[in-house]
Nanobody, 123 residues
């Protein structure tokens, strides 16, 4: 079983930065593909970014490309999402997700989820 806990959300002004963290339990973190998703009320969960098991491959949604950076530290069982140049439309609950499969953008492909952390960007 894998447990994920996000942290680092908060309120920030447009143009600001936040760094989200995802702490994973278990000894198999390096075997997991990790992804970040976000969701606003009334909308479907949206793919943000994903990173392969050892970090060699990353993928970003077009809406965050060039502004967000995903990374991981397998030695610490940690994943990160650095968010720069934040916009009001980035406001959402951000979720960390993990799966033993290949890197994918479909949230249905991920078996393990954190509880989410709120990110609010004011204009």
């Amino acid at each position: 079983q894998v447990q994920l806990v996000e942290s680092g959300g908060g309120l920030v002004q447009a143009g600001g930065s936040l760094r989200l963290s995802c702490a994973a339990s278990g000894r198999t973190f390096s075997s997991l593909t990790m992804g970040w998703f976000r969701q606003v009320p009334g909308k479907e969960r949206e793919f943000v970014s994903a990173i392969s098991r050892i970090g060699g491959s990353t993928y970003y949604a077009d809406s965050v490309k060039g502004r967000f950076t995903i990374s991981r530290d397998n030695a610490k069982n940690m994943g990160y999402l650095q968010m720069n140049s934040l916009k009001p439309e980035d406001t959402a609950v951000y979720y960390c997700a993990a799966d033993y499969g290949i890197l994918r953008t479909n949230p249905l492909a991920y078996d393990y989820w954190g509880q989410g952390t709120q990110v609010t960007v004011s204009s």
